[in-house]
Protein backbone atom coordinates (compact mmCIF):
# COMPACT_ATOMS: atom_id res chain seq x y z
CA UNK A 1 0.00 0.00 0.00
CA UNK A 2 1.11 3.05 -1.09
CA UNK A 3 1.02 6.86 0.57
CA UNK A 4 -2.08 7.72 -1.85
CA UNK A 5 -3.73 4.14 -0.01
CA UNK A 6 -3.01 5.12 3.68
CA UNK A 7 -4.55 8.85 2.97
CA UNK A 8 -8.07 6.85 1.74
CA UNK A 9 -7.55 4.44 4.76
CA UNK A 10 -7.23 7.19 7.33
CA UNK A 11 -9.94 9.44 5.77
CA UNK A 12 -12.51 6.21 5.65
CA UNK A 13 -11.70 5.13 9.55
CA UNK A 14 -12.12 8.71 10.59
CA UNK A 15 -16.00 8.50 9.41
CA UNK A 16 -16.00 4.60 10.77
CA UNK A 17 -14.78 5.13 14.16
CA UNK A 18 -17.66 7.40 14.87
CA UNK A 19 -20.05 4.22 15.81
CA UNK A 20 -17.18 3.02 18.32
CA UNK A 21 -16.14 4.34 21.64
CA UNK A 22 -12.97 6.56 21.91
CA UNK A 23 -9.90 5.06 23.12
CA UNK A 24 -9.77 6.05 27.30
CA UNK A 25 -6.58 7.97 27.25
CA UNK A 26 -7.97 10.04 24.72
CA UNK A 27 -11.60 10.30 26.58
CA UNK A 28 -9.11 11.51 29.67
CA UNK A 29 -7.33 14.11 27.43
CA UNK A 30 -10.78 15.39 26.54
CA UNK A 31 -11.45 15.86 29.70
CA UNK A 32 -7.97 16.98 31.04
CA UNK A 33 -5.32 18.55 28.58
CA UNK A 34 -2.88 18.04 32.12
CA UNK A 35 0.26 15.53 31.18
CA UNK A 36 0.58 14.55 34.29
CA UNK A 37 -3.54 12.77 34.57
CA UNK A 38 -2.19 11.74 30.33
CA UNK A 39 1.16 9.92 31.85
CA UNK A 40 -0.31 8.09 34.47
CA UNK A 41 -4.17 6.71 32.76
CA UNK A 42 -1.40 5.76 30.01
CA UNK A 43 0.22 3.75 32.09
CA UNK A 44 -3.19 2.18 34.11
CA UNK A 45 -4.23 1.54 30.17
CA UNK A 46 -1.45 -0.71 29.98
CA UNK A 47 -2.81 -4.39 29.34
CA UNK A 48 -6.08 -3.32 30.86
CA UNK A 49 -9.26 -3.07 29.32
CA UNK A 50 -10.53 0.75 28.82
CA UNK A 51 -13.85 0.87 30.83
CA UNK A 52 -11.39 -0.50 33.86
CA UNK A 53 -8.73 2.20 33.60
CA UNK A 54 -11.16 4.75 32.87
CA UNK A 55 -12.63 3.72 36.10
CA UNK A 56 -9.54 3.43 38.35
CA UNK A 57 -8.16 6.72 37.06
CA UNK A 58 -11.54 8.27 38.21
CA UNK A 59 -10.71 7.05 41.39
CA UNK A 60 -7.32 7.39 41.53
CA UNK A 61 -7.53 11.03 40.64
CA UNK A 62 -9.77 11.54 42.85
CA UNK A 63 -7.19 11.51 45.74
CA UNK A 64 -4.26 12.99 43.70
CA UNK A 65 -3.78 14.82 40.77
CA UNK A 66 -0.21 16.17 41.21
CA UNK A 67 2.97 14.73 41.68
CA UNK A 68 3.50 16.46 45.05
CA UNK A 69 -0.40 14.87 46.38
CA UNK A 70 -0.22 11.27 44.57
CA UNK A 71 3.35 11.10 46.40
CA UNK A 72 1.53 11.42 49.58
CA UNK A 73 -0.82 8.32 48.98
CA UNK A 74 0.63 5.05 50.30
CA UNK A 75 1.30 2.20 47.65
CA UNK A 76 -1.31 -0.01 49.34
CA UNK A 77 -3.80 3.29 49.23
CA UNK A 78 -2.81 3.44 45.50
CA UNK A 79 -3.03 -0.37 44.78
CA UNK A 80 -6.63 0.17 46.20
CA UNK A 81 -7.67 3.16 43.93
CA UNK A 82 -6.37 1.27 40.77
CA UNK A 83 -7.27 -2.59 41.73
CA UNK A 84 -7.95 -4.55 38.99
CA UNK A 85 -5.88 -2.51 36.07
CA UNK A 86 -3.38 -5.23 35.07
CA UNK A 87 -0.15 -5.49 37.20
CA UNK A 88 -1.77 -3.23 39.80
CA UNK A 89 0.75 -3.49 42.31
CA UNK A 90 3.62 -3.16 39.52
CA UNK A 91 2.01 0.07 38.53
CA UNK A 92 1.19 1.38 41.88
CA UNK A 93 5.02 1.48 42.57
CA UNK A 94 6.10 2.45 39.13
CA UNK A 95 3.72 5.64 39.57
CA UNK A 96 5.24 6.54 43.22
CA UNK A 97 8.70 6.35 41.36
CA UNK A 98 7.99 8.22 38.65
CA UNK A 99 6.51 10.91 40.90
CA UNK A 100 9.76 10.74 42.89
CA UNK A 101 11.72 11.58 40.02
CA UNK A 102 9.18 14.60 38.27
CA UNK A 103 9.71 15.75 41.80
CA UNK A 104 13.64 15.44 42.09
CA UNK A 105 14.48 15.70 39.01
CA UNK A 106 12.03 17.57 36.81
CA UNK A 107 11.04 20.23 39.45
CA UNK A 108 7.56 18.38 39.59
CA UNK A 109 6.51 19.08 35.77
CA UNK A 110 6.21 16.08 33.10
CA UNK A 111 8.94 16.46 30.72
CA UNK A 112 7.90 17.52 27.28
CA UNK A 113 11.10 15.62 25.33
CA UNK A 114 11.10 12.00 24.38
CA UNK A 115 14.22 11.48 25.98
CA UNK A 116 13.33 13.00 29.29
CA UNK A 117 10.30 10.97 29.61
CA UNK A 118 12.02 7.90 28.58
CA UNK A 119 14.17 8.19 31.78
CA UNK A 120 11.22 7.85 34.09
CA UNK A 121 11.10 4.08 35.18
CA UNK A 122 8.26 2.21 33.36
CA UNK A 123 7.73 4.50 31.10
CA UNK A 124 7.92 3.10 27.14
CA UNK A 125 7.47 4.30 23.76
CA UNK A 126 4.55 4.11 23.68
CA UNK A 127 3.28 5.56 26.64
CA UNK A 128 6.16 8.97 26.23
CA UNK A 129 4.44 9.50 22.64
CA UNK A 130 1.13 9.64 23.94
CA UNK A 131 1.99 12.16 26.48
CA UNK A 132 3.63 14.45 23.76
CA UNK A 133 0.79 14.03 21.73
CA UNK A 134 -2.41 14.61 24.22
CA UNK A 135 -0.60 16.51 26.85
CA UNK A 136 1.82 18.52 24.85
CA UNK A 137 0.03 18.56 21.10
CA UNK A 138 3.12 17.75 19.95
CA UNK A 139 3.93 15.43 17.39
CA UNK A 140 4.51 11.43 17.68
CA UNK A 141 3.09 8.26 16.18
CA UNK A 142 2.41 6.05 19.41
CA UNK A 143 2.55 2.39 18.33
CA UNK A 144 0.64 -0.55 20.34
CA UNK A 145 -0.51 -3.61 19.33
CA UNK A 146 -3.13 -2.40 17.18
CA UNK A 147 -1.42 0.06 15.85
CA UNK A 148 1.85 -2.59 14.63
CA UNK A 149 -0.79 -5.60 13.32
CA UNK A 150 -2.97 -3.30 11.73
CA UNK A 151 -0.29 -1.36 9.58
CA UNK A 152 1.43 -4.40 8.29
CA UNK A 153 -2.22 -5.92 7.77
CA UNK A 154 -2.96 -3.30 5.39
CA UNK A 155 0.52 -4.14 3.47
CA UNK A 156 1.28 -0.07 4.38
CA UNK A 157 4.37 -1.37 6.43
CA UNK A 158 6.97 -4.57 6.86
CA UNK A 159 8.22 -4.98 10.09
CA UNK A 160 8.20 -7.46 13.29
CA UNK A 161 7.80 -5.42 16.48
CA UNK A 162 6.15 -2.32 17.61
CA UNK A 163 9.20 -0.39 17.54
CA UNK A 164 10.59 -1.12 14.02
CA UNK A 165 7.24 -0.12 13.33
CA UNK A 166 7.09 3.66 14.70
CA UNK A 167 10.69 4.08 12.77
CA UNK A 168 8.65 3.00 9.36
CA UNK A 169 5.82 5.28 10.11
CA UNK A 170 7.27 8.01 11.08
CA UNK A 171 9.47 7.78 7.59
CA UNK A 172 6.23 6.90 5.98
CA UNK A 173 2.73 8.14 7.33
CA UNK A 174 2.13 12.04 6.05
CA UNK A 175 2.37 13.71 9.48
CA UNK A 176 -0.76 15.30 9.06
CA UNK A 177 -1.84 11.82 9.99
CA UNK A 178 0.38 11.07 13.45
CA UNK A 179 -2.10 12.38 16.12
CA UNK A 180 -5.08 10.32 15.25
CA UNK A 181 -3.24 7.22 13.76
CA UNK A 182 -3.53 5.77 17.40
CA UNK A 183 -6.84 6.38 18.20
CA UNK A 184 -8.26 5.89 14.94
CA UNK A 185 -6.57 2.24 14.75
CA UNK A 186 -7.10 1.24 18.29
CA UNK A 187 -10.95 1.80 17.65
CA UNK A 188 -10.85 0.11 15.12
CA UNK A 189 -8.27 -2.75 16.01
CA UNK A 190 -11.02 -3.58 19.27
CA UNK A 191 -14.01 -3.44 16.63
CA UNK A 192 -13.12 -4.81 13.52
CA UNK A 193 -9.88 -5.79 12.61
CA UNK A 194 -9.70 -7.56 15.95
CA UNK A 195 -6.43 -9.70 16.79
CA UNK A 196 -7.71 -13.05 16.09
CA UNK A 197 -10.66 -12.96 13.52
CA UNK A 198 -10.56 -9.87 11.95
CA UNK A 199 -13.84 -9.43 10.23
CA UNK A 200 -12.70 -8.67 6.76
CA UNK A 201 -16.24 -8.94 5.48
CA UNK A 202 -17.51 -6.33 6.91
CA UNK A 203 -14.50 -3.89 6.60
CA UNK A 204 -14.82 -0.73 4.63
CA UNK A 205 -11.18 -1.02 3.91
CA UNK A 206 -11.58 -4.20 1.89
CA UNK A 207 -10.73 -2.98 -1.16
CA UNK A 208 -7.20 -1.53 -0.27
CA UNK A 209 -6.52 -3.93 2.24
CA UNK A 210 -3.39 -6.73 1.73
CA UNK A 211 -4.47 -8.58 4.14
CA UNK A 212 -0.77 -9.81 4.77
CA UNK A 213 -0.78 -12.79 6.95
CA UNK A 214 -4.77 -12.56 7.22
CA UNK A 215 -5.91 -16.51 6.22
CA UNK A 216 -9.75 -16.41 6.46
CA UNK A 217 -12.57 -14.07 5.71
CA UNK A 218 -14.17 -14.17 9.39
CA UNK A 219 -17.94 -12.81 8.91
FE1 LIG B 1 -8.34 -5.83 8.85
FE2 LIG B 1 -9.54 -7.51 7.16
FE3 LIG B 1 -10.19 -4.92 7.16
FE4 LIG B 1 -7.82 -5.70 6.24
S1 LIG B 1 -9.83 -6.21 5.34
S2 LIG B 1 -8.21 -3.98 7.59
S3 LIG B 1 -7.34 -7.41 7.61
S4 LIG B 1 -10.53 -6.37 8.84
Known amino acids: MDVNGINRVVSILKKEVKKWDIPVVGVIAMTSKDPFLVLISTILSL ?13 LFSLATTPGTMIKLSKTQIEKAIYPVGFYRTKAGSILGICHDLIHKFGSKVPDTMD ?7 VGRKTANLVLILGYDEYGICVDTHVHRI ?24 KRHWKIYNDLLVA ?5 CKPVGP ?3 QCSLLAQCERTGVKRVYK
Open 116 to 122: KLLSLKG
Open 47 to 59: RTKDRTTMEASRR
Open 199 to 201: LCS
Open 188 to 192: FGQNL
Open 151 to 174: SNRLGFIKTKTPDESERALRQKLP
